[in-house]
């Protein structure tokens, strides 16, 4: 599963962008990488996880702003077709992830 986290938060303000700020760095500080500015993505290893991990950004939301979590499988991902200007680039491979038990 891959959870990615896309929002629009007002930076007018330098308070406004301190919110935004620690946003951001609490989506780092919980595994997602930058997919784009305002697009963040976690891999998951299940369904599960994935609830966990849109838990803990639903805990951290600020109180402006729009913020969207969604769940998508690693297949859908896949799917992904991606361009920077015309020209289509390979999306990364997720990360090896381990997990203790």
């Not at 946003?23 to 299940?46: E, P, T, V």
């Not at 966990?52 to 690693?74: E, F, N, W, Y």
């Amino acid at each position: 599963m891959w959870v990615l986290v896309l929002f629009d938060l007002p930076t007018e303000t330098r308070k406004d962008r301190q919110v935004a700020t620690r946003f951001r760095k609490s989506l780092l500080d919980d595994g997602f990488s930058m997919f784009q500015f305002s697009i963040y993505m976690r891999f998951c290893a299940s369904r599960e996880n994935a609830d966990v991990h849109a838990r803990r950004v639903k805990k951290s939301l600020p109180k402006h702003g729009k913020v969207c979590i969604m769940q998508i499988t690693d297949k859908q991902f896949g799917m992904i077709e991606l361009f920077h200007g015309q020209k289509e680039i390979e999306p990364e491979k997720p990360s090896q992830q381990l997990e203790l038990f």
